[in-house]
């Protein structure tokens, strides 16, 4: 089932997420949904503070960007970057939780990451490339950062009234979303 996905200005968004037990209520389930939501929302990851759950979770599928469409579904549980690796590299990013909006982004090439997967089995790889560059911007999710938190401050002034009106849920969106409550 396609969950709504949580709009910018929602506080779950910049909350530091918290790890995952192998007992979790309804994990298989949740993990499910979160493929159906980003596959519907045609993106190529998900973190769990994007569907409102503050969980070290996040899905990807890298194989969406490719030339052959081939599926390169991962569960990440519990991820911890233990390295990152080689220079920063510029790459524009957009996020599900953010639409509308696109900005070059400065991460490092490569990561090493230990994490889970939805069995619960503990894995450490290297991460470089496409795969590389959405587990980190996944990963921060689970941190509490968004990717506007890494651009400059001048361009942040810039989205500021396009960012307001996505909290306001003023917003072309193609999926189903969830915005802030009004105060």
């Known amino acids: 089932m396609a969950l709504p996905i949580v709009a910018y200005g929602d506080p779950v968004l910049k909350k530091k997420a918290i790890d995952v037990s192998p007992d979790y209520p309804k994990l298989k389930q949740l993990i499910e949904d979160m493929f159906t939501t980003m596959d519907e929302a045609e993106g190529v990851g998900l973190a769990a503070p994007q569907v409102g759950i503050s969980i070290r979770l996040f899905v ?38 953010i639409p509308g909006i696109r900005e070059i982004v400065k991460r490092p090439e490569a990561i090493l990451i230990e994490y889970y997967d939805e069995n619960f089995k503990k894995h450490q790889a290297e991460f470089d490339d ?5 587990i980190q911007h996944e990963y921060d999710h689970v941190e509490g950062i968004l990717f506007t938190d890494r651009i400059p401050a001048f361009k942040r002034t810039l989205l500021k009234r396009k960012l307001n009106a996505i909290t306001k849920g003023i917003v072309p969106a193609k999926y189903k979303m969830r915005f802030p409550k009004k105060k």
């Open 130 to 134: 496409l795969l590389g560059r959405i």
């Open 60 to 97: 990807t599928d890298a194989g969406k960007m490719t030339d052959e469409e081939k599926q390169d579904r991962r569960v990440f549980i519990n991820p911890e970057i233990i390295e990152e690796i080689g220079e920063d590299r510029s790459f524009e990013e957009g996020c599900l939780s």
